[in-house]
């Protein structure tokens, strides 16, 4: 059971006392007012599973009452942001409040809570909404409020997979299958937990009187004019009857942006004919334009990796949907995509660059998103590419030893690395070492210098020991060479 910061460090107090405990000296110890004990216990009271249960005596304090084979951290989970989620649900309630009404309601003193408007302001800045103070409350588009709903639910609680199967979600079912049958869309389960869970957030948000409304920066303009949205009016209205509800214009501007927003794919790049269709299509000319652009600046080829092509090719008409709300490069702050840039830091520099250089030449915007996902696909291409192999030569006048570490290199290296044999007396000098060696394998103690050539030397039998110093060496000339392709290099707009 999840439960905020403060009640959990109460409950655990108590936990940790073999008497009852003094209001005041709880406090003491989490940090705030008796008053504030007092107002935690009495929400815990309400909350606490069964078996659970704090008793207070007057003029002794309280105590608590557990099962025993429980502990407050087994039954327990605590959220430090849960008064800060608790604080933007309130400002998005039909009112505003006072200061005075804001502490009462969180349990903060004056100083915590303006503390948190602070924080709550600039959390909700990218979603283009503002804080309107004395009275409090946030302010701006229904769109953005309910995207603001659907980040924190996404933090507090993630999006269960279970909702795929959920029998709520049953109709939402075939609404899936016609994307797919009659759009081309296939959204993947994430994406269709995200559509179901933003589509159930929607009717709740209507259920209570707050109506979709016309979405800034003429985005709704926009969405009204794309020939996807028009086309999907058959889909919006067997939605109507399928759910048994009144879908507006403006909702459905809302639910088609939550569509493109999520996560899908274009059938066409599953197909068996697809070459044909991709060649067919409309974008063609202009999207084997950036392939080529990409392959001269990256120096690999994608045209003739199926799977990466068709792949970007999704990618390229998905950026293309989104460009009716360019200002909106939304990242859900729980999304796994923003773990890749952090994984892959050189990467996602070097495509954001490409891409925003490109966006400048031909007026085509890519979502943020969209350029992590392109790096995930370009990364795994990069890393099984040949050119990151380590060469590695074995240099022997030693038969023995050859038929020995070659065999046992292969073993351990195989795939990762390439190999060459060489025998010693065949080398006095550096250019007898053939061009593009990277790592020296030898038993020979007379060597021409070789400063730019990891040399690794073994005089007697191959241990477990030699083996890793070689993985280290193997690892770190790969990502010495990955740094290498994804450099800096002028970028060149006419491939």
């Known amino acids: 059971m999840n439960i905020s910061d403060r009640q959990y460090k109460i409950i655990e ?34 909350i606490l599973p069964k078996g659970w249960s704090i008793r207070t005596t007057k003029g002794i304090g309280a105590s608590l009452i ?16 849960s008064v800060f989620f608790d604080l933007i649900e309130q400002l998005l309630l039909d009112k505003a409040y006072s200061l005075e009404e804001l502490c009462e309601q969180l349990y903060l003193s ?60 049953k109709q939402m079912e075939k609404a899936r299958d016609m994307l797919e049958h009659d759009y081309g869309i296939r959204l993947t389960d994430y994406g269709f937990n995200v559509l179901s869970y933003f589509y159930r957030l ?25 020939p ?24 459905r501007v809302y639910f088609y942006l939550c569509l493109i927003y999520t996560e899908f794919q274009f059938t066409i790049i599953h197909q068996e004919d697809r070459h044909a269709l991709l060649q067919a299509h409309k974008d063609y000319d202009q999207f084997m334009a950036f392939i080529r652009y990409l392959e001269t600046n990256l120096r690999i080829s994608i045209e003739h990796d199926d799977d990466l092509l068709f792949n970007i090719f999704n990618l390229y008409q ?7 709300a360019p200002k909106l490069q939304y990242l859900p702050k729980a999304s796994v995509l923003r773990s890749v840039k952090d994984n892959a830091p050189q990467t996602h520099s070097r495509l954001e660059s490409l891409c925003h250089e490109w966006s400048k030449k031909t007026g085509f915007n890519f979502h943020q998103s969209n350029i992590i996902s392109l790096v995930v696909h370009l990364n795994r291409h ?6 990151l192999k380590a060469n590695i030569l074995l240099l022997t006048s030693r038969s023995f030893f050859l038929t020995d570490f070659d065999g046992r290199l292969k073993t351990h290296f195989e795939g990762v690395a390439t190999f060459k044999n060489m025998n010693a007396s065949q080398v006095s000098n550096e250019e007898d070492i053939p061009p593009g060696t990277d ?30 110093a070689i993985a280290q060496t193997i690892e770190r000339i790969k990502q010495s060479k990955k740094d290498t392709f994804l450099s800096e290099a002028p970028i060149w707009l006419n491939p």
């Open 382 to 387: 990069i890393n099984q590419s040949d050119a």
């Open 66 to 81: 557990q099962p025993s084979n429980e502990t407050v951290e087994s039954a327990f989970s605590h959220d430090d942001h």
């Open 13 to 46: 107090c108590l936990e940790g006392s073999s008497d009852s405990m003094a209001l005041r000296q709880i406090g003491e110890a989490v940090g705030c007012s008796y008053k504030t004990v007092q107002n935690e216990i009495t929400k815990l009271r309400q």
């Open 202 to 226: 929607c009717i709740r948000r209507a259920e209570k009187g707050f109506l979709a409304d016309e979405l800034p920066y003429g985005v709704s303009r926009n969405v009204q004019q794309e």
């Open 439 to 468: 790592i020296i394998i030898t038993d020979s103690l007379v060597l021409p210098e070789t400063p730019d050539i990891e040399t690794i030397l073994i005089t007697d039998v191959m241990t477990d020991k030699d083996i890793a």
């Open 110 to 169: 004056r100083k915590a809570t303006l503390k948190l408007i602070s924080s709550v302001e600039a959390f909700i800045q990218p979603l283009f909404l503002q804080m309107q103070r004395r009275p409090y409350q946030i302010a701006g588009s229904e769109g953005a409020k309910r995207l603001l709903l659907f980040e924190i639910n996404l933090s507090r609680n993630g999006i269960l997979n279970h909702y795929v199967k959920h029998p709520k979600y």
């Open 318 to 324: 998905v950026s293309q949907l989104r460009r009716v």
């Open 228 to 251: 996807l949205f028009i086309g999907m009016q058959d889909f919006f209205d067997y939605l109507e009857t399928l759910l048994v509800i009144q879908l507006p214009l403006h909702e």
